[in-house]
């Protein structure tokens, strides 16, 4: 029965991601682009009907495997590689450009019969040897093409691209999600309407006070990104509202940063500390696996004193995984000051040394900031996460009990998905350049990574309710929870989920009534 399932998952869901999309999690890392090769438009009815051994392969991989994760090296090699290639216009409309989308437009194709298309290889006048050997039927037990079945799909592929050139072309958002400001639809020149609120910005941050109520109620909609490294110290708590004061403050934090280093940071290889730093050492490389910038060795040692010294500092809790996540947006904020370009292939070591100082100390202080306020997070057991979790699946029974009950006929736990939501505040779930927009709201927030963020999570939870009501067994359903398709969002869909995750605040947050049954 659970060989069944699988075989009509694969067949059935060909809109809803598969098992081939890059996971943002721990557990998956997610796959290497240049490993993975495209697939061509499957021929059409009329042509060649011989099986291929890739269909065979495709058949028996599905029922031998137990997790739809587990790819063979050898499958891994061959159908799953990813080929260095242009998309067409009519994929970029859709979602990102993975093998699995294809894998499952193949199979309805194709059906009854288990057929995919074969491997995309390079137009060439000349066959192969394989395909010149025609007269054997079959080498080693395997079927082999005709002159006559390579030229069908030389034209084949010739038609295709020819139609495609036809079609309009639409702005692709790349595999690696950009961290400029940027929608899906691509990112427009500045609007009269945003250059009044830029202005707006420059004038609160100008003046000698800056009337931190009204930052907030600005920045809830958005903060335009060249203030942002600014209203982000002020929002955050870490520099004063007067502007005299500013300067010294942040000479001073910056001092007191690198006092810590240097009275900690050499205790990283103490018997009491050699622990911690281990873990750390091993989290930073997942950090952001798919974006250059975060794989620097400099970047990836800032990270290590960052995190160090605070697990140092905060014995309560210590280090727990999922705070190396919280330090990026922060980082990429106060690099973008220095930065005009998108900074995932900035070189960190062309910077000023003072200028890459200042970066990691701001860094620190306001992810040590955010932290406190959610530190029951991290604590023993994480007694944060759970009493959110637990919030979030009562709020899910009151506004769509239809979600809920599904959960429950599938035997899903919220526990088994939203844990890593509230761990670590959905950055695993969405592109960088969304979460630094989301984090402009919960800043603004008086309560937004702590309370706010309930709603936005169950707001997120939602969206998806006609894809999670399409999904009818546990492992599909947990598997598209898991690996949902926000790769080509942008800050229009932000907007969007945020709206949302107000209106429920509004409705929810006040009415005790309301919240619980």
Request: aromatic share 10%; glycine share 4%; hydrophobic share 35%.
């Amino acid at each position: 029965m659970a060989t069944d399932n699988r075989i009509h998952f694969w067949r059935r869901n060909a809109k809803v991601p598969g098992s081939l999309q890059p996971v943002y999690g721990a557990q998956h890392p997610p796959l290497d682009p240049r490993r993975h090769r495209q697939f061509k438009d499957p021929p059409k009815a009329s042509s060649i009907n011989t099986k291929s051994k890739k269909a065979s392969t495709f058949h028996e991989f599905a029922r031998s495997t137990n997790d739809a994760w587990d790819i063979d090296d050898e499958e891994d090699d061959g159908v799953f590689s990813l080929k260095q290639t242009s998309s067409s216009p009519v994929q970029s409309r859709s979602m990102p450009q993975t093998p699995s989308l294809k894998f499952s437009k193949a199979l309805e194709d194709t059906e009854p019969q288990l057929h995919l298309p074969e491997r995309q290889e390079p137009i060439s006048t000349e066959p192969d040897l394989d395909q010149l050997d025609v007269e054997s039927g079959s080498t080693n037990g395997r079927v082999v093409k005709s002159c006559s079945e390579v030229q069908l799909n030389v034209n084949a592929a010739r038609n295709t691209l020819h139609k495609q050139q036809s079609l309009p072309v639409r702005p692709i958002i790349p595999l690696v999600a950009r961290i400029s400001d940027q929608n899906a639809s691509g990112a427009p020149p500045m609007t009269v309407r945003e250059k009044t609120r830029l202005d707006k910005f420059k004038q609160l941050l100008a003046s000698p006070n800056t009337d931190l109520e009204e930052l907030r109620k600005h920045s809830w909609s958005g903060i335009p990104r060249e203030v942002r490294p600014i209203t982000w110290r002020l929002l955050s708590g870490y520099l004063p509202a007067n502007k005299e004061r500013r300067d010294l403050v942040l000479q001073r934090k910056r001092e007191e940063y690198f006092g810590f280093i240097e009275q900690y940071y050499h205790s990283r290889t103490d018997e009491n500390h050699r622990d911690t730093y281990r873990q750390i050492h091993t989290d930073i490389p997942r950090t952001n696996p798919l974006i250059p910038l975060f794989q620097q060795s400099l970047v990836q040692e800032v990270f290590e004193r960052i995190l160090f010294i605070w697990a140092i500092r905060h014995p309560a809790s210590g280090y727990v995984q999922g705070i190396n996540d919280l330090v990026t947006p922060f980082f990429v904020v106060f690099l973008s000051e220095f930065v005009e370009e998108d900074v995932e292939n900035f070189e960190m070591a062309s910077l000023p040394l003072d200028t890459q100082r200042n970066i990691e100390a701001d860094s620190f202080w306001c992810m040590s900031k955010l932290l406190d306020g959610i530190q029951d997070n991290y604590t023993f057991a994480q007694p944060g996460i759970q009493i959110k979790v637990k919030a979030l699946e009562e709020l899910v029974s009151r506004i769509d009990e239809d979600v809920h009950t599904h959960f429950q006929k599938c035997e899903v736990e919220y526990l088994q998905f939203a844990f890593r939501w509230m761990n670590n505040l959905l950055m695993r779930e969405l592109p960088l350049r969304c979460t630094i927009r989301l984090w402009d709201t919960y800043q603004a927030e008086s309560e937004g990574f702590s309370h706010f963020h309930l709603y936005v999570c169950a707001a997120f939870l939602i969206k998806w309710r006609k894809e999670i009501l399409s999904m009818m067994d546990f492992q599909s359903l947990l598997m598209l929870l898991q690996n949902l398709p926000t790769i080509h969002w942008g800050n229009e869909e932000v907007g969007l989920l945020l709206a949302e995750a107000y209106r429920l605040k509004y409705m929810f947050a006040d009415a005790p009534s309301h919240y619980k049954r």
